[in-house]
């Protein structure tokens, strides 16, 4: 899995498309040929990209784990995929997000692309800005929460 960092404020053009900032391109260097995939994002009104190789290992990893028996295994993989597509960058370095995950995600004028785990997540970035901000009222009881245990060696 390609880990990721980083949060870059962008703009995405009347056309859906977008320049897919330094950082995250130097991060991705190895592995632009290869394209992405795109979705919906669970958690918000978001999108996902993920690196191609980053979204077969978790695809694998789901189809390998549940049951294609199970309606509600199926159910699942059929709203988390919901909408997927997969695509590249344009020569001039520019990723194009179609109008039905533009629209789902509200994605018009300046947008955030943040690093989660082994994905990009986009937003708009006023939506981004509310989601961060109640996050944050929550953020001491859920570091203590979730991390009350974590030992870190200095």
Request: charged letters at 25%; aromatic letters at 10%.
């Amino acid at each position: 899995m390609i880990p990721l960092q980083g949060e870059q404020i962008c703009r995405v053009d009347t056309k859906g498309r977008f320049m897919l900032p330094v950082a995250f391109k130097n991060q991705l260097l190895a592995s632009l040929k290869d394209g992405f995939a795109i979705k919906k994002g669970i958690f918000g009104q978001c999108l996902e990209i993920y690196p191609k190789a980053n979204w077969d290992e978790m695809y694998s990893k789901l189809s390998s784990s549940l049951n294609p028996f199970n309606k509600k295994h199926m159910d699942f993989i059929r709203a988390y995929a919901a909408g997927l597509q997969v695509m590249e960058m344009d020569n001039a370095g520019r990723l194009l997000i179609s109008r039905d995950l533009a629209s789902f995600a509200n994605i018009t004028g300046d947008i955030v692309i943040t690093a989660k785990m082994g994905c990009m997540e986009v937003w708009n970035k006023e939506e981004y800005d509310k989601v961060v901000k109640e996050a944050q009222k929550e953020m001491p009881e859920t570091a203590a929460e979730l991390l009350g245990d974590f030992k870190i060696s200095i």
